[in-house]
């Protein structure tokens, strides 16, 4: 029995798979075909050599093992001669076999094949080469983890393909991992070891996480980055270019979520904040064991580190680029130790009201700080407000229950500072960006309590001063939105809400109304839409309003910017929220608030286009083939800017115009299409008037359309038209091409043929003058599209290639073919955008 031990053991290892010389033989047989010309004999020939040199190691590992037990053996064993003897006997055949096995794989395989095939001219092979190293430094540490296999590694970062750079980085990367993971091994890892490889490569290491063929290869390398700091080998390199550019990695939009927290990791590992008792930043210290005042100290940190990123250089504080905070709170997130920093709601608050906006001077890094955390804060509410997705249910359960009990905590908070903070901050359009999107995850049930009722008010009231005092459409859009959502539902507070709209909604008019006064010299008043002036105001077209600007200046102008900002306003209000939450209802059809409005902003805007509406000289009125153009006398005005407004004062009037025909024309399809699935509304056309008031409002539209088109301009002729009445007669054309598009969009033809006289009242079957116009204004830029320049070409197929797209697709069964052959003519030739949306379009319109 003694015997049978080694007997069995050197049965097996005699066996034809781990014998030696057989092993030798076949490694030198299939290095042969390793040198031939053929890439795939020269590739299987290799992989051949690569797993008969790892089944060696496995060998050799198991040996190792059988090593370290027969020695624990002959230790205890003393006194027992024969025991003694079988168990030396093994040791040494083992040794033997052992050596040998190492010697083939050194010699053979490594200096063989090894050091010719690692830059083999094909990738295939230059990669299996670099993943048999990795796979054998993992199982023999003790032979191949030193600098003289390592080095190959190094060396191979620089290839020029991206897979064998990933391969390269990998085999440097393995023993970090293979440590961290602590998996049973059987021989000791020392990592210190790669210390002067790991220094030698470290800038090309750091040049792999900008690599721009491959997004893998810079997330290995800044994995491999963060595992090197853990170690203490970046404690002496002294490159402050390379460590600016790794620590811009973690707000890198183009890079992957898994860069940017290997980098942000690299960042907290260098704040002192996150230095607990010298434990790194991956730490399994949770953040619920620190004081509040740690959280703030921890989150300042953080902001102030990006708002110096930001900041960094000769850029302009408004220009800044605040959004890319969000990249920062969602590697916070995916950080188990770290995020509840992005859910400590009071802590943020508190940071944030620490800052003094009301500081005459402050640094610019100040300012943006402020902004970041801001930003932060609305990033945090959003991604926490999403409802939480996948997984099983018992986890999502636990998740949404957790998720409910944050928010309602956020609900809370935000109630208490929200207020005060937006009367801080007004004067800041950054930070405003980011309050006003705050209130959209403030949940009904708690602003519906009554002890929330005064926070509540006091917030939509600042949110209503801040709507009327901003001039930034971000903050406007932002304001919108979360109006818009307080007044949506059955809660207690929507009575409240829409009495504030409602007073906004009259603070504007009245402004926008004192306005159109100032900016009309000719006249004492401007009709209102007032109930005392309404019906006056509805009396005028604005196809019949005629008037002239003898003289403008500078005052002028900022009154036209002024009017421009206010429909602004009235624009971003009235795409979010309908008119009827906005206006006063009356009983009576002939004094409607909103037709009067209606009616107002028609008249303004229409007496502008007439003003600067270019006359054929009477001389040349009867030919039509030789007509001369005079420009009217506004456009010899001193101040030449003022059409530049009037232009933009066109353009957000007749988008807020549409916005009113777009809110009625929904509240009379929503009225019809309940109605008949009750049964109330019989199909006799008793709502036919509702119809042909809607239908008015469009037609008005439709001829400030046609006015708009009116400023087309003869090209190539020699006449009197200045710069500025061509820049203007493009812009208002450009304007009207896209509301006649979505008016075509809104009542299409096809409605002609439907069983409801209400549609069939509301569609538009005669549109000739709204396609001829901007078909006439598209053929006078055909030369632009000889020009390649992308920026060019996109602008070309926002404003003119898309507003006929999407009406003919609207109107595709009765449309009109002409209008798609003038499209269809772009297919070619006029660049490759434009070419592409096209052709997009032609498949659309041929399903």
């Given amino acids: 029995d003694d015997e049978g031990e080694p007997k069995a053991s050197s049965n097996i290892f005699t066996s034809n798979r781990f014998q030696v010389e057989l092993m030798r033989d ?166 210190q070891s790669m210390q002067n490889v790991c220094r030698k490569f470290l800038p090309r290491i750091a040049d792999c996480t900008d690599d721009s063929q491959s997004l893998e290869v810079q997330e290995i390398a800044m994995e491999l980055i963060v595992k090197l700091a853990n170690e203490g080998f970046l404690d002496d390199w002294d490159d402050d270019t390379g460590w600016d550019r790794l620590n811009l990695k973690a707000l890198d939009a183009n890079s992957t979520p898994a860069v940017r927290k290997n980098a942000l990791y690299l960042i907290l590992d260098q704040l002192d904040c996150f230095d607990d008792a010298g434990q790194d930043a991956r730490s399994s210290t949770s953040v619920a064991t620190l004081s509040e005042r740690q959280l703030i100290v921890r989150i300042e940190a953080i902001a102030r580190w990006i708002a110096h990123l930001l900041t960094d250089g000769s850029i302009e504080i408004n220009k800044i680029k605040v959004e890319l905070t ?51 804060l609305a990033c945090s509410a959003e991604l926490e407000y999403r409802p939480n997705g996948g997984g099983n249910n018992k986890k999502r359960k636990q998740d949404n229950h957790t998720s409910t009990q944050t928010m309602e905590a956020l609900s809370q908070a935000l109630l208490k500072n929200l207020p005060g903070l937006l009367t801080s901050f007004k004067a800041d359009h950054m930070s405003m960006r980011s309050l006003t999107k705050l209130p959209q995850y403030i949940l009904p049930e708690i602003f519906c309590l009554s002890t929330r009722k005064s926070d509540f008010i006091a917030l939509v009231k600042n949110l209503c001063v801040s709507f009327l005092e901003s001039t930034d459409e971000g903050v406007l859009s932002e304001i919108a939105m979360s109006l818009s959502l307080f007044v949506q539902g059955n809660h207690a507070r929507v009575a409240d809400v829409k009495g504030h709209l409602k007073r906004l909604s009259s603070a504007m008019q009245d402004r926008l109304m004192e306005l159109f006064a100032e900016s009309d010299p000719n006249k004492e008043t401007v009709p209102t839409p007032k109930k005392s002036r309404r019906k006056s105001s509805r009396r005028s077209d604005a196809s019949t309003t005629s008037g002239t600007l003898e003289s403008l200046t500078s005052q002028d102008n900022d009154v036209e910017h002024s009017i421009c900002l206010c429909l602004v306003r009235w624009k971003v209000l009235l795409k979010l929220i309908p008119v009827s939450n906005l206006f006063e209802e009356s009983e009576d059809d002939d004094e409607n608030v909103v037709d009067g409005f209606f009616m107002t902003l028609s008249e303004a805007i229409g007496k502008r286009l007439l003003d600067r509406k270019p006359t054929v000289n009477a001389d040349d009125a009867q030919t039509e083939t030789s007509r001369s153009g ?103 054309q450009t304007s009207a091409g896209r509301v006649a598009s979505d008016i075509r969009t809104l009542f299409p033809r096809e409605w002609s043929s439907a069983k409801d006289p209400a549609m069939r009242a509301l569609a538009m079957t005669d549109d000739s003058h709204l396609i001829g116009g901007f078909v006439r204004f598209l053929h006078s830029r055909a030369d632009e599209f000889e020009y390649k320049d992308t920026k060019n070409e996109s602008t070309l197929v926002r404003d003119l290639i898309v507003p006929v797209a999407r009406a003919l697709t609207a109107n595709w069964t009765q449309g009109n073919r002409k209008e798609a052959g003038v499209i269809l003519s772009h297919l070619i030739g006029s660049g490759k955008l434009v070419g592409q949306t096209v052709h997009h379009l032609a498949r659309l319109l041929k399903k």
């Fill in 26 to 191: 076949l490694i030198s047989r299939m290095t042969e075909l390793v040198l031939v010309g053929q890439p795939d004999l020269r590739a299987a020939a290799t992989t051949a050599v690569w797993e008969l040199a790892k089944a060696s190691m496995e060998r050799s590992v198991e040996l190792t093992a059988k090593l370290d037990t027969a020695q624990r053996q002959h230790t205890a064993s003393k006194g027992q001669s024969r025991k003694l003897q079988a168990l030396e006997h093994s040791i040494d055949t083992w040794k033997r076999h052992k050596t040998e096995l190492e010697v083939v794989v050194e010699e053979a395989v490594i200096q063989g094949v090894f050091i010719r095939r690692y830059r083999d001219s094909n990738a295939h092979i230059r990669r299996e080469s670099l993943d048999t190293l990795r796979e054998l430094i993992l199982l023999r540490p003790d032979i191949f983890l030193k600098d003289k296999y390592l080095k190959y590694l190094g060396w191979m970062t620089s290839d020029k393909d991206a897979s064998v750079r990933i391969a390269a980085l990998k085999g440097l990367l393995a023993p970090f991992k293979y440590k961290q993971d602590k998996r049973p091994i059987s021989l000791q890892f020392d990592v």
């Fill in 326 to 376: 969000d990249h920062v709170v969602k590697s916070l997130r995916d950080m188990p130790e770290h995020k509840d920093l992005t859910t400590s709601w009071t802590a943020i608050l508190k940071a944030v009201a620490s800052e003094s906006p009301q500081q005459s001077r402050r640094e610019k890094e100040e300012i943006a700080k402020t902004a970041v955390l801001l930003r932060m």
């Fill in 630 to 732: 005079t420009a009217s006398g506004v456009w010899m005005n001193e101040d030449p800017n003022i059409h530049a407004e009037v232009a933009k004062v066109i353009d957000r009037g007749l988008d807020v115009l549409l916005c009113i025909v777009a809110w009625r024309l929904a509240d009379l399809l929503n009225y019809r299409k309940e109605n008949f699935e009750v049964g109330v509304v019989d199909d006799d056309g008793e709502d036919l008037p509702q119809s042909l008031r809607v239908v008015k409002l469009r037609d008005v539209v439709a001829k400030l359309v046609g006015l708009c088109y009116e400023q087309f301009l003869e090209p190539d002729r020699d006449s009197v038209y200045s710069e500025e009445q061509e820049r203007f007669a493009a812009s208002v």
